[in-house]
């Protein structure tokens, strides 16, 4: 199938149904002084429930995501589990030889998050390379159809993005990714990478921690407590984040089935369950309300329901492992490189992420898990060093140096 326009177009009658749901909500009770540490406070939920209701218009923001952001569909076929129409955006660079970049968004996230990154990346300039974006929504998430079928997992998902790339004529690109789109994007590194795959970049740097056996030369700096202040609040950032803010992972990993009952039907759980995460994965970032209900209203309205896509929770776990698609000892045979934000979910030792083919590294003094849409300057700037002249993976696509 070719690529086909599309235009984000919800129907009238979903638009009276989330109302009349919005109308008939209860809220539920909240003690007092609890702020966030409960969840969803209260105050905001109650608050964006009535500006949803009573002053949010989608049909204005619908249309503005319409003339942003180039969007289309195609099938794709992918062993196993037959032809998925993938909806994307796709947005070719301004330079003669602009460089393909294949953006891979997570959960709770979408092809909305490449939405700032677009006219930063594309542009083209002497002094900094361009770049052929492509974001796709992952199956099951915004405009794209979910898998029917069980065992639809990280390859299926790396299988779908990289034959997308290979359908818009892009045999050689590399990639960008962040919380889902890292796992996705270092399993395309690690069965496409050197014929198609050419290098990846991502902002949720990990890697496994001190072994006596595998990294004992960590393992000694770590006892010997060698370091820096920066990495210290890291690890307190990791420890906070594993004790008190994965109740999430696990219900996903286990009976997503079960949990997507309440986030398909209730359109204030749905936003209760995200709004928390948006507001505790970034750092400080000023949410508007009606920028968070944008977010919101593209899982409430997506093609397959926001069920479809926790189930990549399962079925990763049921393959890979509780871990191993995050953390895992392998290297993929092409150059990476990260950049680190401080307040991702997990702040690792630059020390632990030293990699054979590891050839860009940036650190920054702020931001969090959604880096491209909170410090999209930051890590477009990134991708421009680790890609444009005189960084260390420029002209890895041969022919697509980024310049005229």
Not at 351 to 371: N, Q
């Amino acid at each position: 199938m070719s690529e086909t326009p599309f235009t984000i177009s919800v129907s009238d009658e979903k638009l009276q149904l989330l109302r009349k749901k919005l109308e008939l909500a209860t809220l539920p009770d909240e003690l007092e002084d609890s702020g966030t540490e409960y969840g969803a406070p209260l105050g905001d939920i109650r608050r964006m429930v009535a500006r949803w209701r009573d002053g949010y218009d989608w049909r204005k923001h619908e249309a503005q995501l319409n003339a942003e952001l180039p969007q289309f569909t195609r099938d794709i076929e992918v062993d196993g589990h037959g032809a998925l129409n993938i909806h994307y955006v796709h947005q070719r660079g301004d330079a003669v030889d602009a460089i393909p970049l294949l953006f891979v968004h997570g959960w709770p996230g979408s092809f909305l998050e490449v939405r700032k990154l677009l006219p930063l990346l594309r542009q083209s300039s002497p002094e900094h390379p361009s770049f052929h974006i492509v974001a796709p929504s992952l199956p099951g998430y915004g405009f794209s159809a979910a898998p029917k079928k069980k065992g639809f997992g990280l390859s299926q998902y790396a299988e779908v993005s990289h034959k997308l790339m290979l359908a818009l004529g892009y045999n050689e690109y590399v990639t960008q990714g962040g919380d889902w789109g890292y796992a996705i994007t270092r399993r395309i590194a690690e069965v496409y990478g050197g014929k198609h795959s050419k290098a990846w970049h991502n902002n949720m740097p990990l890697a496994p921690g001190p072994h006596p056996i595998y990294r004992p030369l960590l393992l000694l700096y770590h006892l010997l407590g060698w370091y820096t202040p920066a990495e210290k609040a890291g690890f307190k950032r990791s420890i906070e984040f594993q004790q008190k803010g994965m109740g999430y992972s696990a219900m996903h990993s286990t009976k997503p089935q079960t949990l997507g009952y309440s986030l398909a039907d209730s359109p204030v759980g749905l936003l209760a369950w995200i709004y928390e995460k948006l507001v505790n994965w970034t750092d400080g970032y000023p949410w508007e309300d009606d920028e968070v209900l944008t977010w919101i209203s593209i899982y409430w309205f997506s093609r397959s329901g926001p069920t479809a896509s926790l189930r990549i929770y399962y079925e990763v776990r049921m393959v890979e492992g509780p871990t191993q698609a995050f953390i895992n000892a392998t290297t993929p045979p092409i150059p990476a490189g990260y950049s680190r934000f401080p307040k991702e979910l997990m702040v690792m030792p630059q020390s632990w992420l030293k990699t054979p083919r590891l050839v860009f590294e940036s650190h920054h003094d702020s931001g969090g898990h959604f880096a491209a849409y909170e410090r999209p300057d930051a890590l477009a700037g990134d991708l421009r060093k680790m890609f444009g002249r005189g960084g260390p993976a420029f002209a890895v696509v041969p022919a697509k140096t980024g310049y005229d």
